[in-house]
């Protein structure tokens, strides 16, 4: 992935900058990039570094150079006064112009392929709104756009598939007038919108008071299937997790492993907390401590798998009998030489075609109790009973409940 700016020409002849940043393939489909009211600083840069990390040429042009060329703006209070200033000089109509231009310029790089998309915070929420009702481009993501209710009329011309998130707590877009911008939405089937509870505007900004790193996520997910759906790349996630799965557990390669993933990759097994964030982090715990740590007789029975845009749900049954300390799963118990059979879920998240984390679930307990740690009796815990039901529905249900069950 390389980044840097190009010049863009205006239609009225101006010239602009724009920060470009490019796949690792060295082309995918294009993404522009539209601003907050702080010009072209470092969320602006991470966000168009991580969507071509996704596959994209991106641009983020400098929309307020019409006023100020090179404005790069925090987010304390005298930054915010400053942003505000220009905000009350800038030409919606000009802008859009310069949006359009900068489309074209995207399309005439050589590293472009494909369909353009753009995506826009705030000011940019806005102006994502007007490019795909007056411009070309393939389809449009809206996060938090300000100032939409002004520009209503405008909706039944927009024609390509669109995301909206929305705050619920946006001061800028207070309930009644979310509840208008909505309904007006809902007259177009192609659009999708999305409330996110407890939120407040710029949530998905994590140099802003109000990030909120929950609703960032499923939002990045939605934004991310609108983008591969209609302008791509598409990847196969599942052989890219197979091969994976492969070298940690056949191989058991931990050279191979690592280049599966990005540069800095995180592990998490929730019920142990281990893992490592970083790749010499994750590749120390996979060489001492889960690569090789695993018994001879280690086996994964697959149940099911789901695979989205930009993860994979993976849930499978993993058995092994507990003849060498297995850290990851049991740290610090010594061998049991005891057989165990557990339920597990990955949620095993990409960008473009590597892996970026694992979120991996099991029952502790349940472990804990076919390893001899823990007594079940009066207890609401399960053994080996819990893979085995998981495998043969028809296994008897509610036996944990007791009396209770017959009642």
């Not at 100020?68 to 987010?75: A, D, I, K, S």
């Not at 915070?121 to 449009?140: E, P, Q």
């Not at 024609?159 to 809902?186: G, N, W, Y």
Request: proline share 6%; hydrophobic share 40%; with cysteine.
């Amino acid at each position: 992935m390389s980044a840097s700016f190009i010049e863009v020409t205006a239609h009225d002849g101006g010239r602009f900058n724009a920060y470009v940043a490019r796949p690792a393939q060295g082309s995918g489909p294009g993404l522009v990039l539209l601003q907050e009211i702080f010009g072209i600083n470092d969320f602006m840069k991470s966000m168009a570094d991580r969507f071509a990390e996704e596959g994209y040429v991106v641009l983020v042009p400098d929309l307020f150079w019409r006023i100020q060329p090179g404005v790069v703006l925090g987010y304390g209070d005298a930054d915010m006064q400053t942003a505000l200033g220009y905000l009350q000089r800038f030409d919606i109509d000009r802008a859009i112009g310069d949006i359009e231009a900068t489309i074209g310029a995207l399309r005439a790089l050589p590293e472009q392929a494909g369909k353009v998309g753009t995506i826009g915070y705030c000011l940019g929420g806005k102006l994502a709104m007007l490019s795909a009702a007056r411009t070309d481009v393939d389809c449009a993501v809206s996060y938090y756009g300000a100032g939409l209710e002004a520009y209503l009329d405008e909706v039944p011309a927009i024609r390509c598939p669109m995301v909206f998130h929305f705050p619920e707590q946006d001061a800028h877009c207070p309930p009644e007038v979310r509840e208008r911008i909505s309904s007006t939405l809902k007259t177009r089937p192609q659009i999708e919108q999305y409330v996110y509870v407890g939120c407040d505007h710029a949530f998905a900004n994590p140099s802003r008071k109000s990030y909120d790193k929950p609703a960032t996520m499923m939002a990045y997910s939605r934004t991310l299937t609108l983008l591969r759906k209609v302008l791509g790349p598409v990847y196969d996630l599942n052989t890219l997790w197979e091969q994976h799965c492969y070298y940690e557990f056949a191989t058991r390669d931990v050279d191979a492993v690592m280049p599966t993933m990005v540069e800095q990759p995180y592990v998490n097994h929730v019920p142990t907390m281990t893992g490592g964030v970083g790749h010499d982090n994750l590749k120390r715990f996979y060489t001492h401590h889960f690569v090789h740590s695993n018994p001879e007789d280690t086996k994964l029975i697959p149940i099911s798998r789901t695979i989205g845009a930009d993860r994979i749900v993976d849930e499978f049954v993993f058995s092994c009998t507990h003849t060498c300390e297995i850290d990851w799963l049991l740290p610090g118990v010594a061998p049991t030489g005891k057989y165990f059979e557990v339920p597990m879920l990955a949620v095993v998240c990409f960008r473009g075609d590597k892996l970026y984390n694992e979120h991996i679930y099991w029952d502790q307990a349940s472990v804990l109790v076919q390893v001899g740690l823990i007594d079940p009796a009066g207890l609401p815990v399960a053994g080996i009973e819990s893979a085995r039901k998981l495998l043969d529905e028809t296994l008897p249900s509610n036996q944990l409940m007791g009396a209770k069950a017959k009642a």
